[in-house]
């Protein structure tokens, strides 16, 4: 379950990226610019972005919530106008980079506006348009995909349900196969055009290409964070290994070798979900006997209990609440999409949205009454409560100390859905709560989330940094892809692929332009936050059965964090909240220690890795 921080693919082009006032070009360097003209950039570039921003964001939100050539003609338009302002920008606060006596918050906010884009657009004529009108189409065309399925169009929300739930391969290799070839295969030379336009831009704020820019955005060097990411992976790689070795031959016994051999990397289809990156559809399928069966599902006890679409979202706005946060704005229900609408076409694609940079808040889902979609929904709040917490800073602080944080204040929220936190609202009861004996079963079906996850949330970056950087030539896309994916998820596509097709492009992360390695720390962070969370609430339990649900000094230790937006580097946030200045996987690798140890067991004597 994976989610957009921002709100669509023309917010992911500038909104970051700010505009001089009222469509003008910046104006021309002066000799020997002064700090003070320096604060004035900066003061007129936030005023006027905060204004326009709101327009922006408007036409996106139309264009997501009702797809048609109109709104896209009206998204292309705004996400042109927008990357010209911030390429503007971007290059008028590279001419401040020297100027002696600048105050840290003019420095700190001449690097967010200079590396603040996502996608920059060159500043010959037309090539911001052109880049915005490939970035609109792309992401229409994967709001708009179908696949099939027993030979009949289903469109992308309901397809992944489907790979969820069913079980015949041949039927899942049919959805997996539609999709990828109906919806990436025809974007390739789109996205080819793209990266070009937007190497051209990133190489005039001076960087090396769009890859290292997008590296530039974590209070250290683009190759320092690259280093990181791969320490960080190196920290949690074994855990993976283990649980990918355990579902392989779980795999192979259910389907035979025909279908999944006992070695090597697992069919991506088998694995419940489009991209393989989260597998906990076919916990049944790995389950263990005895411990294997928690006693409850949450998709069963949600709709015996009658809950729809808004009462889950209530649901998730109550454990906020039990926080200490105050509730959400009537704005929030009346403009969000909680339901997919039934006459027309929207990016399902779930996202949380800060419209006008107070209080229209908003998410949009196409919400299904499932386990799945509780947690997501809890997980987009997050951001929302963080988009709440920041809008008393100015407007360049308004944001994650980094993109890893915004996605991570949902998902730990999210593991405090425990079994204890199910009863306490209602859902579950206390004779319903799985013993200790079940803790390998709660921790597994964890894991087939959370731990499978990972490889993922790094490869997709990490192709798209090899693209950038002409590493990846566009001749091997696909091949590189593949590679990819074998390389740290150990898992391979059903079918033959070639260079006529595009799989990367199957993945709504990538047509949207929506960097990814924050998904890859948000995982990680998530857990740091998690471990704090339950020491301040006093638990001296398993980690796993947390719930910090109705304490109101982990809320207010929360939203001291929250507050400061993107005003200190981000180690500061996360001293704020967790005492560490280091962002690590051991908080994770310690949750799920007892599962390791048991999956080790398991897996003694079989043939690891691929």
Not at 549 to 554: I, L, P, T
Request: charged residues 20%; hydrophobic residues 40%; neutral net charge.
């Amino acid at each position: 379950m994976l989610r957009l921080t921002a709100s669509c693919a023309m917010l992911a082009i500038a909104l970051a990226a700010p505009a001089t006032g009222r469509g003008q070009r910046a104006p021309a360097a002066a000799a020997r610019p002064t700090a003070a003209q320096a604060d004035a950039f900066v003061a007129e570039a936030e005023r006027t972005l905060s204004e326009r921003s709101v327009d922006w964001n408007r036409i996106a939100w139309v264009n997501a919530t009702y797809i048609t050539d109109d709104t896209d003609a009206l998204s292309a338009k705004a996400g042109a106008e927008a990357t010209e302002l911030g390429v503007q920008y971007a290059l008028s606060a590279a001419r401040f980079n020297n100027v002696p006596g600048l105050s840290a918050t003019t420095r700190r906010k001449l690097d967010l506006l200079r590396n603040g884009l996502t996608l920059p657009a060159p500043t010959r004529a037309g090539a911001a348009t052109e880049l915005s009108t490939l970035t609109t189409r792309m992401s229409s065309a994967y709001g708009k995909g179908k696949g099939t399925l027993d030979g009949k169009p289903i469109n992308g929300s309901d397809i992944e349900a489907a790979m969820g739930t069913v079980r015949d391969p041949r039927r899942l290799q049919e959805m997996w196969t539609s999709w990828h070839d109906n919806v990436g295969a025809p974007m390739r030379a789109d996205y080819r055009l793209m990266a070009t336009i937007a190497n051209e831009g990133s190489r005039q704020l001076g960087y090396a290409d769009t890859g290292a820019l997008w590296r530039s955005g974590y209070d250290m060097p683009p190759e320092q964070f690259a280093r990181e990411v791969d320490r960080i992976w190196a920290e949690v790689q074994p855990l993976y290994q283990a649980l990918h070795t355990y579902v392989r031959w779980k795999l192979a016994a259910k389907y035979g070798a025909a279908v999944q051999p006992a070695t090597g990397p697992i069919r991506a289809d088998l694995l419940g979900n489009m991209w393989a990156q989260e597998w906990g559809n076919i916990y049944d399928l790995v389950a263990p006997a005895g411990s294997g069966d928690v006693g409850y599902d949450t998709e069963a006890l949600l709709k015996a209990k009658g809950y729809d679409q808004t009462r889950m979202v209530r649901q998730g706005e109550a454990f906020y609440s039990s926080l200490g946060f105050a509730a959400l704005p009537a704005t929030f229900w009346a403009r969000s999409q909680i339901v997919k609408p039934a006459d027309r076409e929207v990016i399902c694609h779930a996202s949380a949205w800060d419209v006008d940079n107070r209080d229209d808040i908003r998410i949009k889902m196409c919400t299904k009454v499932n386990g799945d979609d509780f947690v997501t929904i809890h997980h987009e709040l997050g951001h929302n409560y963080y988009q709440r917490a920041y809008q008393n800073q100015s407007y360049l602080y308004r944001n994650g100390a980094n993109d890893g944080f915004h996605e991570a204040i949902g998902d730990f929220v999210a593991l405090s859905i425990t079994p204890d936190y199910l009863v306490q609202i209602g859902l579950l009861n206390r004779s319903q709560v799985p013993s200790a004996d079940k803790d390998t079963g709660l921790l597994l079906r964890q894991a087939m989330d959370k731990v499978a996850f990972l490889p993922f949330g790094l490869l997709v970056d990490k192709w798209r940094w090899g693209v950038f950087s002409g590493q990846i030539k566009p001749e091997g896309y696909q091949a590189a892809w593949d590679a990819l994916r074998l390389q740290y998820q150990g898992i391979r596509p059903p079918v033959a692929r070639d260079e006529t097709r595009f799989d990367p492009g199957a993945k709504y992360h990538i047509p949207a332009s929506t960097p990814y390695a924050r998904y890859f720390l948000a995982r990680v962070l998530q857990f740091q936050f998690y471990k704090a969370a339950c020491k301040q609430a006093g638990w001296t339990g398993p980690l796993h059965r947390c719930s910090f649900f109705g304490n109101r000094e982990v809320g207010a230790r929360l939203n001291a964090m929250l507050e400061m937006g993107q005003s200190r580097p981000w180690p500061d946030a996360l001293e704020t909240f967790t005492g560490s200045r280091e962002m690590s996987g051991a908080a994770m690798v310690e949750y799920f220690a007892p599962l390791k140890a048991w999956l080790d067991e398991q897996n003694r004597g079989k043939p690891s890795g691929w």
